[in-house]
């Protein structure tokens, strides 16, 4: 693969069938905490089938992102009311998301809607397999907190053992 | 006579924040206004002090949607300050880069933001499950121009390899193309899009108003230019002030702008109608289909005029890919600080209207003072001028439909309230 081939953002047509997408900010603590595994995995020899993308905070454009993969891994921070650097393991159908109707702010639209958008559009992976990982901080900060970033390689290794 | 109260307290589908609110009893219109009430960002003030290098970066801040156009004003000022002359490929690659955003822009206003108003949904969800080729051939557009801007800036938004004097980062040939291959395929989503447009039944209202735009006798401008008004007036672009004339009214967080009359309009409408002749001909073609020709006076023909740029976007990226394959990407070396500074102003065309970004700069190369005028800022009297104009002929309407018909007109203008709230500097001597 050379180095254009390794853009990780979906510029040319993907040939990786199974997609892991690392979510959210790094400047807000734990909310950076899968935008950290996406990197610690990009940093390891992986399957050929298997590409990495750090997705920062990519709204809508997932939707296009997933389009041709079979299988789509993400990691996100997530507000499950458990222990801070508690993670979850879990697919779609096992959570509610919003009903339809609900507003969707095109300017700020996050994972969730997203992930609303494709199920309405018939756009889903076959398979979706998501790990939420519940923050301790939300603040402004380049660190994660004590707690997260204890659990962070637990994490890192479980999305491992997906590929 | 009829008596209507709408007040919209947070108009949705725009960004930022701001409210309608309309008061008439018997058939008197006693408030209309377009009120801004998003708190100010000061940009202005964090640009004090910062090396000259940083204020693209910071700037491009403003907007997260139109970062490019940000960064692209933001550079042109500081090029003209330090006297930084361009390569012909950097403005090239400016211009691509440019026509990705512009796309980008407009494709999520007119289909996101503007059509469900036209299919009766609330918002692009219910949309996506009763017309889902319509959301997948949105997605599909702004897929490309995104690829577009990340093929050239590093990425879209707050775009990376953007410096002064040129780029820390250039495509490849083999990018190129297939973004080529891409812009060609695009071109049935744009006829498809020009199709549907066609269909949908535009509000019938005209108010004819001083239409501001830059403007280039050999290209539709977007970069540079001269800023020309259908009124007949033209400036060079240090002379924006002239033009802008921004002011501060009550109910308004955000400044004001006037011109020759009580308010102006810039945007992709403005451009059309200053500058049909330089659009590309398919573009005047899908202008044609829909029955648009300059002047044109309905404020709500704002989201079609943008479906008329994409196409002419489209179009003149081709013809620029070509021409850089053509040329060969070439390293070029980034500009070098010479213990010189001076003031420049920088203006685009980017996809809400005409920007100013304005700077002086010491030998040192910090930033002493800056001035950042935004397309929407200069909207709003135009936006409350149609509003006054337009509640009289609609006021016997249900007062749903006043409502709805007055948060299309505002969606019309796609208002960016966040980048155009900034406070008054008062200084009391």
Same mark, same amino acid.
């Given at each position: 693969?050379?180095?254009?081939?390794?853009?990780?953002?979906? =510029? =040319?047509?993907?040939?990786?069938?199974?997609? %892991?997408?690392?979510?959210?900010?790094?400047?807000?603590?734990?909310?950076?905490?899968?935008?950290? %595994?996406?990197?610690?995995?990009?940093?390891?020899?992986?399957?050929?089938?298997?590409?990495?993308?750090?997705?920062?905070?990519?709204?809508?454009?997932?939707?296009?992102?997933?389009?041709?993969?079979?299988?789509?891994?993400?990691?996100?921070?997530?507000?499950?009311?458990?222990?801070?650097?508690?993670?979850?393991?879990?697919?779609?159908?096992?959570?509610?998301?919003?009903?339809?109707?609900?507003?969707?702010?095109?300017?700020?639209?996050?994972?969730?809607?997203?992930?609303?958008?494709?199920?309405?559009?018939?756009?889903?992976?076959?398979?979706?397999?998501?790990?939420?990982?519940?923050?301790?901080?939300?603040?402004?900060?380049?660190?994660?907190?004590?707690?997260?970033?204890?659990?962070?390689?637990?994490?890192?290794?479980?999305?491992?053992?997906?590929? | 006579?009829?008596?209507?109260?709408?007040?919209?307290?947070?108009?949705?589908?725009?960004?930022?924040?701001?409210?309608?609110?309309?008061?008439?009893?018997?058939?008197?219109?006693?408030?209309? &206004?377009?009120?801004?009430?998003?708190?100010?960002?000061?940009?202005?003030?964090?640009?004090?002090?910062?090396?000259?290098?940083?204020?693209?970066?910071?700037?491009?801040?403003?907007?997260?949607?139109?970062?490019?156009?940000?960064?692209?004003?933001?550079?042109?000022?500081?090029?003209?300050?330090?006297?930084?002359?361009?390569?012909?490929?950097?403005?090239?690659?400016?211009?691509?880069?440019?026509?990705?955003?512009?796309?980008?822009?407009?494709?999520?206003?007119?289909?996101?933001?503007?059509?469900?108003?036209?299919?009766?949904?609330?918002?692009?969800?219910?949309?996506?499950?009763?017309?889902?080729?319509?959301?997948?051939?949105?997605?599909?557009?702004?897929?490309?121009?995104?690829?577009?801007?990340?093929?050239?800036?590093?990425?879209?938004?707050?775009?990376?390899?953007?410096?002064?004097?040129?780029?820390?980062?250039?495509?490849? &040939?083999?990018?190129?193309?297939?973004?080529?291959?891409?812009?060609?395929?695009?071109?049935?989503?744009?006829?498809?899009?020009?199709?549907?447009?066609?269909?949908?039944?535009?509000?019938?209202?005209?108010? &004819?108003?001083?239409?501001?735009?830059?403007?280039?006798?050999?290209?539709?401008?977007?970069?540079?230019?001269?800023?020309?008004?259908?009124?007949?007036?033209?400036?060079?672009?240090?002379?924006?002030?002239?033009?802008? #004339?921004?002011?501060?009214?009550?109910?308004?967080?955000?400044?004001?702008?006037?011109?020759?009359?009580?308010?102006?309009?810039?945007?992709?409408?403005?451009?059309?109608?200053? #500058?049909?002749?330089?659009?590309?001909?398919?573009?005047?073609?899908?202008?044609?289909?829909?029955?648009?020709?300059?002047?044109?006076? #309905?404020?709500?023909?704002?989201?079609?005029?943008?479906?008329? &740029?994409?196409?002419?976007?489209?179009?003149?990226?081709?013809?620029?890919?070509?021409?850089?394959?053509?040329?060969?990407?070439?390293?070029?070396?980034?500009?070098?600080?010479?213990?010189?500074?001076?003031?420049?102003?920088?203006?685009?065309?980017?996809?809400?209207?005409?920007?100013?970004?304005?700077?002086?700069?010491?030998?040192?190369?910090?930033?002493?003072?800056? #001035?950042?005028?935004?397309?929407?800022?200069?909207?709003?009297?135009?936006?409350?001028?149609?509003?006054?104009?337009?509640?009289?002929?609609?006021?016997?309407?249900?007062?749903?439909?006043?409502?709805?018909?007055?948060?299309?007109?505002?969606?019309?203008?796609?208002?960016?309230?966040?980048?155009?709230?900034?406070?008054?500097?008062?200084?009391?001597?």
């Amino acid at each position: 693969m050379d180095a254009e081939e390794g853009r990780g953002d979906g =510029f =040319f047509a993907p040939t990786a069938s199974t997609l %892991v997408v690392g979510l959210g900010n790094l400047l807000r603590a734990d909310d950076g905490a899968g935008a950290r %595994v996406a990197q610690a995995l990009a940093a390891q020899e992986l399957p050929a089938d298997v590409e990495v993308v750090e997705g920062g905070t990519l709204g809508l454009d997932l939707v296009n992102l997933m389009e041709g993969r079979r299988r789509v891994i993400l990691v996100d921070a997530a507000e499950m009311g458990r222990t801070p650097g508690e993670f979850v393991r879990f697919g779609l159908d096992e959570v509610s998301l919003l009903g339809t109707d609900q507003y969707i702010s095109v300017h700020a639209a996050g994972l969730r809607d997203a992930l609303l958008l494709a199920q309405v559009l018939g756009a889903l992976p076959e398979e979706l397999v998501i790990f939420g990982v519940q923050p301790g901080s939300l603040e402004w900060d380049d660190a994660l907190s004590p707690a997260v970033e204890e659990r962070l390689p637990h994490l890192i290794a479980a999305v491992q053992a997906e590929l | 006579m009829t008596s209507v109260n709408v007040n919209v307290h947070h108009v949705t589908r725009v960004e930022g924040h701001g409210n309608i609110v309309v008061d008439a009893k018997n058939g008197d219109l006693l408030k209309c &206004e377009w009120q801004i009430v998003e708190a100010p960002r000061f940009f202005e003030a964090f640009l004090r002090g910062r090396p000259y290098y940083e204020a693209s970066h910071i700037t491009s801040r403003i907007c997260g949607i139109c970062s490019v156009g940000h960064a692209t004003a933001s550079l042109r000022a500081t090029e003209n300050a330090l006297g930084v002359k361009v390569s012909e490929q950097t403005e090239l690659l400016r211009k691509l880069l440019f026509h990705g955003e512009m796309i980008d822009s407009h494709v999520l206003h007119v289909y996101m933001l503007v059509a469900p108003d036209f299919f009766g949904a609330g918002s692009v969800l219910p949309l996506a499950a009763s017309h889902p080729e319509v959301v997948l051939r949105a997605l599909r557009i702004k897929k490309l121009s995104g690829d577009l801007c990340a093929a050239i800036a590093g990425r879209h938004t707050h775009p990376i390899a953007m410096a002064v004097g040129g780029f820390t980062h250039l495509p490849t &040939e083999k990018e190129l193309l297939a973004l080529r291959e891409r812009l060609v395929a695009a071109r049935d989503d744009m006829d498809e899009t020009i199709a549907l447009l066609k269909t949908l039944p535009w509000p019938a209202f005209e108010r &004819e108003t001083e239409y501001v735009s830059l403007q280039k006798d050999d290209e539709y401008a977007y970069i540079d230019g001269r800023i020309a008004t259908t009124d007949g007036f033209t400036y060079e672009i240090p002379e924006y002030r002239q033009v802008t #004339n921004e002011h501060s009214v009550p109910h308004s967080t955000a400044k004001w702008a006037k011109h020759n009359r009580e308010s102006y309009m810039v945007g992709a409408l403005a451009r059309f109608n200053n #500058n049909y002749e330089q659009l590309h001909p398919r573009a005047k073609q899908a202008a044609e289909e829909l029955d648009m020709k300059p002047l044109v006076t #309905n404020p709500f023909l704002n989201s079609a005029a943008q479906a008329v &740029e994409m196409v002419h976007c489209i179009e003149d990226a081709i013809d620029i890919v070509d021409e850089l394959v053509d040329r060969g990407i070439k390293e070029e070396p980034l500009f070098q600080f010479q213990d010189k500074g001076g003031e420049g102003v920088g203006s685009c065309d980017v996809p809400r209207g005409i920007l100013f970004h304005n700077y002086v700069i010491d030998d040192e190369g910090f930033i002493q003072g800056a #001035n950042c005028v935004i397309p929407t800022n200069q909207n709003h009297a135009n936006i409350e001028a149609d509003m006054r104009a337009l509640v009289p002929q609609i006021l016997d309407s249900p007062q749903d439909e006043v409502r709805q018909t007055l948060e299309m007109l505002v969606r019309a203008y796609d208002p960016c309230i966040s980048c155009s709230t900034h406070l008054l500097n008062v200084e009391f001597v």
